[in-house]
């Protein structure tokens, strides 16, 4: 079955400092999700991306879809102590199963 | 306010007994969906459903078993051959229309006594 890796699995930096987490799928993905959970939360959607070659910007956070469809990135700027958490990717298997890369845990130092 | 609700938030088993974990939604939503959360790992499928009455397994379905009488509901029982129950276990939903993104409860968390 379709497997989603994420490096790196833990990552801690000075608050300022970017933050990079990657994605890797063995399989060719039709979209790409992307989710942060808090400490002692759930999941929450941050965004979508479909389009090979795709780039996307939510303010410091900027996604990227590989051109051929089986890798994404997700990059923070200037990280700031409201980024901690893990951050997710998911991509479809099928229509309707989301299979989940094993997560980065961001933690940072004000 | 429309979300997902999951009840109890923390919950214990004794050796040899089955419990039940709730997930209930007023999102509209016609497919939901459980995962199995543990430590340093991504979340893993136990089970979905994409309407009433109907369900699928997951990656992980062996130990659990669900139902889906109701579009608002989606129960999830741990038996007793679930031999690794401790973890946090999370309800998702979304519309089940194409590869919508997913909505989540605020989990249950399970352990052993």
């Known amino acids: 079955g379709q497997q989603v890796m994420q490096i790196p699995q833990y990552q801690h930096v000075q608050e300022g400092e970017d933050f990079t987490t990657y994605c890797n799928s063995s399989t060719t993905l039709s979209n790409i999700q992307w989710y942060k959970q808090r400490p002692g939360g759930h999941p929450v959607f941050l965004i979508q991306l479909v389009k090979s070659g795709e780039v996307k910007k939510q303010k410091r956070l900027t996604f990227q879809f590989g051109e051929a469809k089986k890798n994404s990135s997700l990059h923070i700027t200037a990280t700031q102590t409201t980024d901690v958490g893990t951050y997710f990717c998911?991509?479809?298997?099928?229509?309707?199963?989301?299979?989940f890369g094993q997560g980065t845990r961001l933690t940072i130092n004000p | 306010d429309g979300g997902i609700t999951q009840s109890p938030k923390y919950l214990f088993r004794k050796e040899g007994q089955n419990v039940t974990l709730s997930c209930e939604q007023n999102?509209?939503?016609?497919?939901m969906y459980w995962y199995r959360q543990d430590p340093g790992q991504g979340l893993r499928l136990i089970y979905y459903?994409?309407?009433?009455?109907?369900?699928q397994k997951g990656d992980i379905a062996e130990g659990y078993s669900v139902s889906r009488e109701k579009k608002e509901s989606f129960p999830l029982t741990v038996t007793s051959a679930q031999k690794n129950p401790t973890a946090f276990y999370l309800c998702?939903?979304?519309?089940?229309?194409?590869?919508?993104?997913?909505?989540f409860g605020d989990g249950t968390r399970l352990s052993i006594l």
């Open positions: 459903s994409q309407i009433v009455n109907d369900f």
């Open positions: 998911a991509g479809h298997e099928g229509a309707q199963k989301l299979v």
């Open positions: 998702a939903s979304n519309i089940g229309l194409g590869n919508q993104p997913q909505h």
């Open positions: 999102l509209n939503h016609d497919a």
